[in-house]
């Protein structure tokens, strides 16, 4: 069955740079839209940053210019480019695969999620 398993989380002095990873197993993730998430403690979850089957990218207003969504397609992996964090990005980040090819911010349009990566920005 699909799996997704997210790493290169950790924790960061504002102004640096992390990647995240989201390998997938049981499916190729090119077929569908692939997002990453994040909860904040206390909150819900919120889109971060989608990409497309057709490789459209959409982002966070408050991620965009910072954050950057990518695919390989050969290694089946999803990537997050984080610069420039900020502690508001402290977080636990979940990729998700989307029912569709487009992709939406609703987590209700995804149907699987990964365990989590946290990212702990510290200003």
């Known amino acids: 069955h699909a799996q997704l398993v997210e790493s290169g989380g950790g924790s960061v002095q504002a102004g640096g740079t992390l990647r995240l990873s989201c390998t997938a197993s049981g499916y190729s993730l090119r077929s569908n839209c692939m997002a990453w998430f994040r909860r904040i403690a206390g909150s819900g979850r919120q889109g971060v940053a989608r990409i497309a089957t057709f490789s459209k990218t959409d982002y966070a207003e408050s991620v965009t210019g910072r954050f950057t969504v990518s695919r390989d397609d050969a290694k089946n992996t999803l990537y997050l480019q984080m610069n420039a964090l900020k502690s508001e990005d402290t977080a636990m980040y979940f990729c998700?695969?989307?029912?569709?090819?487009?992709?939406?911010?609703?987590?209700?349009?995804?149907?699987?999620w990964g365990q989590g990566t946290q990212v702990t920005v510290s200003s």
């Open positions: 998700a695969r989307g029912k569709y090819a487009g992709c939406t911010w609703n987590p209700e349009d995804y149907l699987s």
